[in-house]
């Protein structure tokens, strides 16, 4: 069987039964719009946060459309963010009306480069938008530090980093909103889309709900700034909630795994995840990096193993972000890791002997470059 960088049998497998009941559960509920599994999940989600407000969302995309528009950013605005992301942070900045404006990301963590950040502010500057990429956080504090001074709203991409801990305090606990994906592949994944934004502001959470639900406060309400549909499935609710009781769990699967890899391949020429002081690793992907990564990755699938690159492509490079004017090169750090990065399997049911092939053949395709 091929090796793929995710699979989610395994896990579907063990957990059948409590998936399955869940489904169950809402389809005999009698509700299955914005019902008792949202609203519950909400309240878990965010609890499990220390933050007061969670609104559920069908995707991580608009989760953070979602934040950014709650927060009054739009038309005019720029939004400071890095280009080493999904495109999907970007996405949304574009469908929130902003423009996206992207610093270089940091060559050992590969997280943004915050010592950037100030040169890059203008008058139009209204929102910083870091990305917990890989499953860490970035350094927040120079970041509060600049939002306030500079007047800024600081928001969190969590896309990437359920249950990341940055000095103690937890990813989507630092800023003024924080957005979630629950893809499948990421930390907490449903079994389909989802998403949600949390918040500690009454008023940005008043926003977040108008905005999902048509721009209305309630049913057949009056439409005062015209919003979206983008709620949270309540099946996918129910299977969150579910899984949201083992993300712990989850987490300590992967840094298992992870504590594997560097057992495994530290004695070699790879270049493996640096953890940043003060951050706990939740490797939503464990990114490896070398120059010859091509080859590398091409003599793998002799072994029957495929892995994937996050991300091959920097945003700003995309034909459909040409209209910024970002010339090659204008972010050395970032393109030059686009052509090194790859990532390894990485999720917690990886089974012990299929990582063990991973490392024995990279080893193999290394010592053979
Ligand atoms: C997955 C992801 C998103 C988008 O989430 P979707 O649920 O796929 O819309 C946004 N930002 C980052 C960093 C992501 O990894």
Redesign the pocket.
Known sequence: MTTLVWDYSREYESERKDILDAVETVFSSGRLVLGPSVSSFEAEFAGYHGVSHCVGVD??????RLALQAVGVGAGDEVITVSN??A??VL?IDAAGATPVFVDVHPDTYLMDVDQVVAAITPRTKCLLP?H?YGQCVDMAPLRAIADEHGLVLLE?C??AHGALHHGKIAGSMGAAA?F???P??VLGAYG???ATITNDPTIDANLRRHRYYGMEKTYYVVETPGHNCRLDEVQAEILRRKLGRLDQYVAGRQAIAARYVEGLADTDLVLPVTAPGNTHVY?VYVVRHPRRDDIMEALKAYDIQLNISYPWPVHTMTGFAHLGYEKGSLPVTERLAGEIFSLPMYPSLPEETQQHVITSLREVLAAL
């Open positions: 995707n991580g995309t608009n989760a953070i992301t999904a999907p942070t949304a990305v990429l991409d896309a990437q957005a994906s629950f893809y592949t990421k889309d989802g998403g939503y």
